[in-house]
């Protein structure tokens, strides 16, 4: 599903429509009436004495009759609603209000069939009206596809200039179908001409399936069309932290900011600002953002992560390995090798920054990480070793007193009996070979030496100490 959606007006607005005008003066009575009949939940007694004038006043318009069915639609009076229907399309037979609203009658109560029937006749009686075609288009795409999209395709025919293309892409859109929507979406030729709503579910499809380089340009496209539309600038934010673009997500981010109504946003709005900020090296601004998410949401436990990730950067060490430690038990079960890896590199980067002869406390750390790795996790195991006989060779490079051998004979002892053995696990077992090689001659063991050197040159033919120790 899509992260984010643009909730169109109307449960029903399926149709593309034209772009936003002033209202008339019949959609303000529409509106007027529609307010009443909702009000009264739909109540015909209570709403007689208003009902009696608007039919009056439109008694021969079928657009407005069909506005009051549909007043009582939204109410589920379906019986009134079905009432100006069959009245929309007494006095406009050729009209396709009253076929429409039929129509829409049939689909809130999830009858698509008799649904798509009244559509149909919508487009013979109204065949210049886009609205049957759309809808029918809708409904009956989840029974015959490629159906529907022959009804758009008649559309096209009858209205050339109708972006059939695109209603095709919000129809698959609106059915979760998003791989088929961007096919029909693409087919568009004019992007900016589209409306906002198509040209934001456009956008959004194309983010949910991880197209960020096309999301990002819809959206700029949306931001020139539109500068009003906040939700532009937000998915300009969104694609470009995927795009690792920082320092123009933030900037999207407080475009977003600033023209967005503080009571829509949202807990994921502060969340993509926060991230973008930390990717442009804005630190502080960052903390204080995913502070805010905290405030709003405190279930978030990624929050944990990268605030984690921060203080590292910041060199505020003490600080990551608590909050690493924190994200680690408020995820559970769901904690994988990467996430006790993150603390090992922690006390890494740690041990960096210390004088020699305090390097080891900290690799101590990491190599505890490891083995953290290795019991917990066995797909990782063989990986998890290796780092550990690493550690131990960097906090003890003496070769002959074998600090990292116990690892390198564990690791062998994993890989060597692969039947398949990769690229890279071949690379290994060479550097765990020449260790192991380099240790028995250096203990004056040369048997056992030449046994690992002979393995050695199996695995890298041009290794020179390997030939070395062979010659002896």
Known sequence: MKPIKYLVAGALMLSISTSSM????????IEAITQTVTAANGDVKATKDAVKTF???????????AGLGRAFMAAHNFTEATKYAEMARKVGKNKAA??????????????????ATWYQQATMF?????????KYAKVYQKIDP???????????????????????????????????AMEWYDKVPDVKKLDDYILYDYLSTAYSLEQYDKALSLAQAGMQKNPEFASFAKMACFSSNKLEKYTDAVNYAKRYFASEKPENIRPADYLNYADALKGAGQLD????????????DNTKSEILKSLSDIY?????????????????SAIGDAANYKDYEAIADIYIEQSETVADNEKNKYLSGADQAYATI??????????????RAAIHHQMNGDIKAGAAKPYYDEFISLVEPKADKTAADLRKLGVCYNYLAVYYIQNDQTAKAKDYARKLLEVQPDNDTAKQILAL
Request: aromatic share 12%; no cysteine.
């Open 285 to 296: 601004e960052a903390v204080a953002q995913y502070q805010k998410v905290i405030e709003l």
């Open 98 to 115: 009253g076929y429409i609203l039929q129509g829409d009658i049939y689909a809130v109560q999830d009858d698509g069939g008799n649904a």
């Open 126 to 134: 109204d065949p210049q009206d886009a609205t049957g075609y759309v």
């Open 312 to 328: 590292l950067q910041k060199k505020d060490f003490a600080r990551a390995l608590e909050l690493q430690n924190q994200y680690i």
């Open 22 to 29: 002033a209202q008339t003066a019949l959609d303000q009575q």
């Open 374 to 387: 290795a019991e917990k996790y066995d797909y990782a195991k063989e990986y998890a070793v290796y780092k």
């Open 146 to 180: 490629q159906g529907a999209v022959e009804m758009l395709e008649k559309l096209h025919q009858v209205k050339p200039d109708y972006p059939y293309e695109a209603a095709a892409g919000y129809m698959y859109s609106q059915n979760d179908k998003l791989k088929s």
């Open 55 to 65: 039919v009056k006043a439109n008694k021969k318009n079928p657009e407005a009759l």
